[in-house]
């Protein structure tokens, strides 16, 4: 499995090195475990959720229950069931045997039985398309796109294809005599690309970066982000379309990239060593081609990982989590300065201005950190405690407490 995205609280898109992408849903099971363990509330369509999953045997997906067939074998009698060892193998004997079981205190940690049995979400669409492996997979912030790569090594693979979350298909255009087809991928990259990021709150961009080096910004069409399964676009490419490419962003492979949370500016993480903040585009106008020049943070190591908290701390600051190479966390800050009417209030800080702080060794990894992400929301506890999580390639995923 190479990436995933949430694009609703219980769906999921996750895409591997089988060129396939899977969308999973959750189980009235797991919803009902998860509101004991945590005080969020059951999601609205928790009835029309399958009651339970399981892998059947000789299965490659997981296969969703639902209510009939579990009441269809609790109305069996038990010792039948348990002598026929061919109805036992089936899934939805497994599953109904889960739903009936005894799921534990209420707000008790689950045991690993409970686990195995409660924890499978249903697979409930395949999207197709891509010709090989898949690397990168976002999801809207509307929850109404998703854009996905694959890995390439020229322009004709290194496409981004959309989907629409409605439908599980690519979005229609106006074609000849208005007959609507689907959209064209899009193209700028000639190489992987390594990561895509929808910008807050609106998603009025998609941003793209390479292992081309290079970095390209697709602004939202006309219509984009309606909930209207039938809307057709009129540009070719659908729901967004090429506004901004820049060639030879970074000096190596642009690894990582993150919008700040009002989307003013955006950061591209390489293995140059170096961030750099580039400031939104006014305008996608091709007569007015992409001239801001970047801020450039430099590090002693590859920066392999970056994500800014999504919202501005303390009212005014800017936050930006980085991974290093080695395996190093870094924290750093800078003021946002509001000055009303001027033009430098839409830049992003200037390098002096960013404040670095570093995780204790013991809370950082030993292996190049590949992703971080920050809490959607503040702690409960404090409104200046922030939980940030990281993955790396020494087979860890730690979840720290930041207090800014």
Not at 156 to 170: C, F, G, L, M
Not at 175 to 199: K, Q, W, Y
Not at 246 to 258: C, F, L, S, T
Request: with cysteine; proline share 6%; hydrophobic share 40%.
């Amino acid at each position: 499995m190479r990436c995933a995205a949430f694009v609703a609280p219980y769906v999921y898109v996750s895409g591997a090195d089988e060129k396939v992408l899977r969308v999973f849903t959750a189980t009235q099971q797991f919803a009902s475990a998860w509101q004991a363990l945590t005080p969020d509330a059951l999601v609205p369509e928790f009835a029309s959720l399958a009651v339970g999953a399981s892998l059947p045997v000789l299965g490659l997906s997981n296969k969703a229950v639902d209510e009939e067939q579990v009441r269809a074998l609790q109305e069996t009698d038990t010792n039948a069931l348990d002598d026929n060892y061919h109805v036992r193998l089936t899934h939805t004997d497994v599953v109904a045997n889960a739903a009936m079981s005894n799921t534990g205190g209420a707000g008790e940690p689950p045991l690993e039985e409970h686990l195995l049995r409660h924890t499978l979400w249903p697979e409930t669409d395949k999207l197709y398309g891509h010709p090989y492996e898949i690397f990168a997979v976002a999801a809207a912030h509307s929850g109404d796109w998703i854009a996905t790569a694959c890995k390439a090594s020229s322009e004709k693979y290194a496409a981004i294809r959309v989907y629409s979350t409605h439908t599980w298909q690519p979005p229609s255009v106006r074609g000849a005599g208005d007959e609507p087809v689907t959209a064209t991928p899009l193209s700028a990259h000639s190489l992987t690309i390594t990561r895509m990021r929808f910008s807050p709150p609106s998603d009025q961009w998609l941003l793209s970066v390479s292992r081309d080096r290079s970095w390209t910004l697709f602004e939202k069409t006309t219509a984009a982000g309606s909930t209207n399964k039938e809307v057709v676009f009129d540009a070719s490419t659908g729901p967004y379309h090429l506004a901004h490419h820049q060639a030879k962003a970074h000096a190596r492979i642009i690894w990582d990239a993150a919008w700040s949370p009002d989307a003013r500016f955006f950061a591209t993480a390489s293995r140059d060593k170096s961030i750099k903040l580039w400031p939104t585009p006014a305008s996608s106008s091709a007569a007015a081609p992409y001239a801001c020049k970047p801020v450039v943070l430099t590090f002693s190591e590859s920066v392999t990982a970056v994500d800014f908290l999504p919202a501005l701390a303390l009212g005014n600051k800017y936050v930006l989590a980085v991974g290093l190479e080695n395996g190093q966390i870094l924290v750093l800050t800078a003021g946002s300065e509001e000055k009303e009417g001027e033009a430098a209030s839409l830049l992003p800080p200037s390098s002096e201005k960013w404040e670095t702080f570093s995780l204790s060794p013991k809370d950082a990894h030993v292996a190049t950190v590949h992703r971080l992400a920050w809490r959607p929301k503040v702690s409960e506890n404090s409104s200046r405690e922030w939980m940030l999580a990281s993955a790396s390639d020494d087979q860890a995923i730690r979840i720290v407490s930041v207090v800014l």
